[in-house]
């Protein structure tokens, strides 16, 4: 059993460790800039539901590219930068944990001959993970959504969907679930988004 101690150290373990920078102006995407603004970690106690799965949909493509941006030249949209953690369900970090994003783009197309708006990526030793991308637009029959592939070392594969809140269209998205909607804000002229993933070990 865990005693008390251990159990406080380890919510102010994911507190001091679980604030990402998020970016104030985007001179350059990919500037130190994004490190002038902390978005604390929500609290965790323990004994956490599991993110839920839900279906990988038509256009998954294995072997994407290993990269933290899927901003790339031409593409247009409305830039966004999702962080959080990947986390036990007893609040504890997952390192080393395998993140594999898709999405469509902002006319609502995926890019089924290359890997456009695709890349993995790993979670760091704080179980933090960060992905620089656009909004996803919407198609006949979905509302917004990025999908997930997550695993952590050794462990079984989850697949997923993110959501965005206020979309007229998520009530008519048979597969929207609240559990998975992204906290969202905004900075300037980027859109800033935050999920804690919770995957089923101990």
């Not at 949909?57 to 999702?82: A, C, D, H, N």
């Not at 953690?85 to 007893?90: A, K, M």
């Not at 697949?159 to 969202?184: A, K, V």
Request: aromatic letters at 8%; proline letters at 8%; a neutral charge.
């Amino acid at each position: 059993m865990e005693d008390h101690n251990n159990g406080a150290d380890r919510r102010k373990f994911l507190r001091d460790c679980g604030v990402l920078p998020v970016a104030l102006a985007l001179q350059s995407w990919h500037s130190s800039a994004a490190e002038r603004e902390l978005i604390p970690t929500p609290a965790c106690s323990g004994g956490e539901e599991p993110t839920p799965p839900q279906m990988e949909g038509p256009f998954f493509k294995p072997r994407s590219p290993q990269r933290t941006s899927l901003l790339e030249p031409g593409l247009r949209g409305t830039k966004i930068l999702v962080t959080g953690l990947v986390l036990s369900t007893r609040c504890r970090p997952v390192a080393g944990a395998l993140l594999d994003f898709w999405q469509c783009d902002g006319e609502g197309e995926y890019d089924n001959s290359g890997y456009r708006l695709r890349g993995h990526q790993f979670t760091d030793g704080a179980g933090s993970y960060r992905v620089e991308t656009i909004v996803p637009g919407v198609y006949p029959g979905r509302t917004r959504h990025f999908h997930v592939k997550l695993q952590a070392p050794g462990r079984p594969l989850l697949t997923t969907q993110l959501y965005f809140p206020g979309e007229p269209e998520n009530e008519r998205d048979f597969l929207f679930q609240r559990e998975l909607l992204l906290s969202t804000s905004n900075r300037d002229d980027v859109k800033l988004g935050r999920f804690d993933f919770v995957l089923k070990i101990s």
